[in-house]
């Protein structure tokens, strides 16, 4: 199993920043690609970022030149700094992991989310 536990959430001010991190912890082979997703209220979920151990990175692009996603393969932790902030921002963000297994099987793994609120 895989454990992912968030911090970093917050309130924030127009044009301000904010740092997320998550950790994976657990008995596992490999995670593949680490990242964040987020989901306002009566919208759906969205990419915001994600990144691989090799360091391919993917961004939302309602976040690209905003937020950068960097990770520490070492201890399997991702990173996302969000910097100038709107409100549209606001949203739970959730952390996503994918673990490789030995055999070449994956699977999905979501943290509980931690809330992001951006005001006016």
């Known amino acids: 199993q895989v454990q992912l536990v968030e911090s970093g959430g917050g309130f924030v001010q127009a044009g301000g920043s904010l740092r997320l991190s998550c950790a994976a912890s657990?008995?596992?082979?490999?995670?593949?690609?680490m990242g964040w997703y987020r989901q306002a209220p009566g919208k759906q979920r969205e990419l915001v970022a994600t990144?691989?151990?090799?360091?391919?990175?993917n961004y939302g692009d309602s976040v690209k030149g905003r937020f950068t996603i960097s990770r520490d393969n070492t201890k399997n932790t991702v990173y996302l700094q969000m910097n100038s902030l709107i409100p549209e921002d606001t949203a739970v963000y959730y952390c996503y992991a994918v673990r490789l297994f030995s055999t070449g099987r994956e699977n999905d793994y979501w943290g509980q989310g931690t809330l992001v609120t951006v005001s006016s």
């Open positions: 990144i691989t151990s090799g360091g391919t990175l």
């Open positions: 657990g008995s596992f082979f490999s995670i593949r690609t």
